[in-house]
């Protein structure tokens, strides 16, 4: 079966550019998640939707990161006025349900550079 | 509170040795330690896992230890194979919703 999938897999942007990842979950999976993943780290925690809605959002790191998912399958995440600092990998999971131990499946993830 | 502090940083090991990657956390609520297997490229892949009521959990060659006293828990690759070259990250969440707070990583090289 198709796992999670990514696109654009990279994307090259300017300084104060607007840019939109978008992650396609595994079928049936009600949670998603987006972590951040620069280099050299582990992933860091951006924002988990349970369903339709934003059960924890506490990761997003400012107001120029939004993330929506509007029919509780397809996610994306929205970063307004790119910084150089927002260079890294953003990665999506998805799990059959949010919380105790179903397992998260991570897609690729997207490579994004902001020159 | 929220961290998860990883170690060592990188790790080279011949092969048919045992490799050996510790992590610590300081959150009690933490509840679900999961290992996570990354290959360049790739989205991290998930390992093997424990809940805290155990103390060791084994699948295959690999191996997670428990320490629910001390705050640790250390994964053990055992007949390591250049195949297991890889980023290892540990992680914990809570029940309280699933998010994945990750160590810092472990570049593992198993050489030939």
């Known amino acids: 079966g198709a796992g999670v999938s990514q696109t654009p897999s990279n994307k090259v942007t300017e300084k104060g550019k607007y840019v939109e990842l978008r992650c396609d979950p595994i079928s049936g999976h009600t949670a998603l998640y987006w972590y951040r993943q620069s280099l050299g780290q582990g992933p860091e925690f951006l924002i988990y939707f349970q369903g339709t809605g934003a059960a924890d959002d506490s990761g997003l790191p400012n107001d120029r990161f939004f993330a929506v998912r509007p029919e509780g399958s397809v996610s994306t995440l929205k970063i307004q006025r790119t910084e150089r600092g927002d260079s890294a990998v953003y990665l999506c999971a998805s799990s059959r349900r949010a919380g105790g131990t179903d397992t998260q499946y991570f897609g690729p993830g997207t490579r994004l550079t902001v020159l | 509170q929220q961290q998860v502090k990883q170690s060592p940083q990188s790790l080279i090991v011949q092969k048919g040795g045992i490799s050996i990657i510790n992590c610590a956390y300081e959150n009690t609520a933490f509840d679900y330690f999961p290992w996570y297997q990354q290959f360049p490229g790739k989205g991290p892949a998930l390992l093997i896992a424990i809940r805290p009521d155990v103390s060791e959990k084994k699948e295959g060659r690999f191996t997670i230890s428990f320490n629910k006293s001390a705050k640790q828990f250390s994964l053990h690759i055992m007949d390591s194979q250049p195949g297991d070259s890889a980023t290892y990250f540990c992680?914990?969440?809570?029940?309280?919703?699933?998010?994945?707070?990750f160590g810092q990583g472990t570049e593992l090289s198993v050489k030939p």
């Open positions: 992680a914990a969440s809570s029940n309280q919703g699933g998010k994945l707070i």
